[in-house]
């Protein structure tokens, strides 16, 4: 019986590090959901200034720009120009693996009004503007690990991380290399 049990315990051992190293695999593969380039972003689902919902995920099968801001931030509101430059750029570009270019907005607001008024005096204007509306306290802020704003990721058409933190002309440059060459 004693040898029977070791073969058994021996089998349950090689199985379970088999197992191990299977998950550990998935794991490290490309559809694993975080914050590291090759990641796929972690899904959004906020309410936008209509109080109607859009998530992140709807976008996909564009080049997205996730921006987040507040109207109370002051380099937000100065790199908010470079923004609105992005988006007359690229919304009508073609490029290569993607039918468009978004940018899904995340306000760190709490105040509604303020948020809609930065809107439309920064000429932000583009569709996916949300917010939970819990300033600092934003579930988006949490699930991106947003400690200072203006933050940003931009994805690619299937979702995943393709750099962080972009600003000026390095946002530019890194959206160029998505173009399609005619």
Known sequence: HKF???????????????ALGSLEAQVTSSTLVGLNIGNIAPELDFKNINDKNIKLSTLRGNVVLID?????????????????AVHKKYSKSKFKNAKGFKIYSVSLDNNKSAWINAIQQDKLNWKEHVSDLKGW???????YQVKSIPQNFLIDSDGRII?????GIALHQQIDKLIKVL
């Open 163 to 167: 750099s962080k933190n972009l600003k």
């Open 4 to 18: 029977i049990y070791m073969r058994v315990l021996t089998f349950f051992i090689l199985y379970f590090l088999i």
């Open 137 to 143: 306290e934003s579930i988006g802020a949490f699930t």
């Open 68 to 84: 987040f801001w507040a109207s109370w931030c002051g380099p937000c509101r100065r790199e908010n120009p470079n923004i609105v």
